[in-house]
């Protein structure tokens, strides 16, 4: 039985984090799952009305409030267009670890947050071995977005198309990497994130060449957690405390000017959402993660606002790329032309723009893995705007959209590739 009196407490601080809300319907008309259902209950309306009934509702049927919560991809597209300024996705994170609070965490979920994602040391051993015998399960979907599917998982990934684990990840391949400070005169602290490090490992190589080409010293200690974002997103703050808690350690009393990230979602983590869930941690704690939430930043902003990278003239008549901002990158973090600007330094390609570039891809993380038809639904939306707009190359700048993005181009079998903003950048040092 969870708390009474815990639970009474988060309760009651939701309850004065709604008010604000007007209930005005501003949210309906950007909300990408609304558009697909047309259910209220799934707009950011209908879910603060929930809320604010969360203990009855609780009370009467757990189970159906934590379906109705988690029908929500967490893009912050309610956020940035709400007039009254409600801070809908800390609402969210809140309300779902108030029910898990309530419910207790299923014991698969248990056991891949808290034991295995958790547990970087385990976590890392799992997929390198994994990576290693992933095509016995696995063929080929698609040579140019190098894309796997497997009728043998079918029964558990469905007919997805999934981007396949890195030969070698990252941090097997460099361990702990210490360079100090070149002609730039600064140092970062490499936050790859599991993504880049596990699965996308050329946008993590892209950023270590950037890194080198400019003179940017590198820290990158090899024992690095998950930034937390799938934990919290679940509402699990057990396993979440855990990770934070563990970069925290690590990170703390490193000699480094920037925390940079090649993924929109770990560095809104770091930054954002590190200090708004760190109110229950011992003041020392507190102190150490706000000094390391104002270092977090995306590698695109990094490499165009703090090295200075910009493009003289954008060129004409090459590859035609299109660019895909990220929920994270652009309405979390505001950062939307840099990536641009980066994809400009490169003289063979041709920025074109896409319909609603900036409409979530219907990833969401675990939205992806517990609502895929209607992630699907989502993802085809953004999949028909990239064929549309006639590019061969879609870029983003987060590894997650990335995986979402590749799914969708192969299951139609397209001509577009996939690669983050970075390597575009790179491909000219």
Not at 125 to 149: P, R
Not at 234 to 261: E, L, P, T, W
Not at 294 to 315: C, Q, S, Y
Request: aromatic share 6%.
């Amino acid at each position: 039985m969870a708390d009474l009196n815990k639970l009474a407490k988060m309760l009651q601080e939701l309850d004065d984090m709604m008010v604000a809300c007007m209930k005005c319907g501003m949210c309906q008309a950007v909300c990408p799952v609304f558009t697909e259902t047309m259910k209220e209950a799934d707009v950011t309306r209908g879910k603060i009305a929930l809320l604010e009934n969360l203990a009855h509702e609780m009370i009467r049927d757990a189970d159906g409030v934590q379906e109705r919560l988690n029908r929500c991809l967490l893009c912050g597209s309610c956020a940035a267009n709400c007039p009254s300024g409600v801070k809908v996705m800390d609402i969210f994170l809140r309300g779902r670890t108030i029910v898990n609070t309530y419910m207790g965490l299923s014991p698969v979920k248990k056991a891949i947050l808290r034991g295995m994602v958790g547990n970087p040391k385990l976590f890392n051993m799992l997929l390198d071995v994994g990576s290693k015998f992933q095509g016995i399960f696995t063929s080929q979907a698609n040579e140019l977005l190098g894309s796997s599917c497997s009728k043998f998982l079918s029964p558990i990934i469905g007919d997805r198309h999934f981007s396949p684990l890195a030969k070698q990840s990252l941090h097997s391949k460099y361990g702990t990497i210490d360079i100090p400070t070149g002609k730039s005169g600064i140092r970062v602290l490499f936050f790859p994130g599991c993504v880049a490090d596990k699965m996308y490992t050329k946008a993590g190589e892209a950023c270590l060449k950037v890194f080198r080409h400019h003179g940017v010293g590198v820290w990158m200690p090899a024992a690095q957690a998950c930034c937390g974002i799938p934990a919290l997103s679940a509402g699990d703050r057990v396993a979440y405390d855990k990770m934070v808690k563990f970069n925290v350690n690590i990170f703390a009393d490193g000699d480094y000017d920037y925390i940079v990230a090649p993924c929109g979602s770990c560095i809104s983590t770091i930054h954002e959402l590190w200090p708004q869930f760190a109110g229950e941690y011992p003041e020392d704690l507190r102190n150490k993660i706000d000094r390391i939430a104002a270092k977090a930043m995306d590698i695109n902003k990094f490499v165009v606002d703090v090295l200075g990278v910009k493009p003289a003239e954008a060129p004409k008549g090459g590859t035609k790329v299109t660019f895909h901002d990220s929920c994270h990158l652009k309405k979390s973090l505001g950062v939307a032309t840099q990536p641009r600007d980066l994809i400009r330094m490169n003289p063979n390609y041709e920025l074109v723009e896409m319909n609603e570039a900036d409409r979530c891809c219907g990833c969401g993380g675990t939205f992806n893995l517990y609502h895929y038809d209607l992630s699907k639904k989502i993802g085809e939306r953004k999949r028909e705007n990239i064929v549309a707009s006639e590019a061969k190359i879609v870029s983003t700048g987060c590894p997650a959209c990335m995986m979402q993005m590749t799914d969708m181009l192969s299951q139609h079998n397209d001509s577009v590739a996939v690669k983050h903003s970075i390597e575009i950048y790179a491909e000219t040092l």
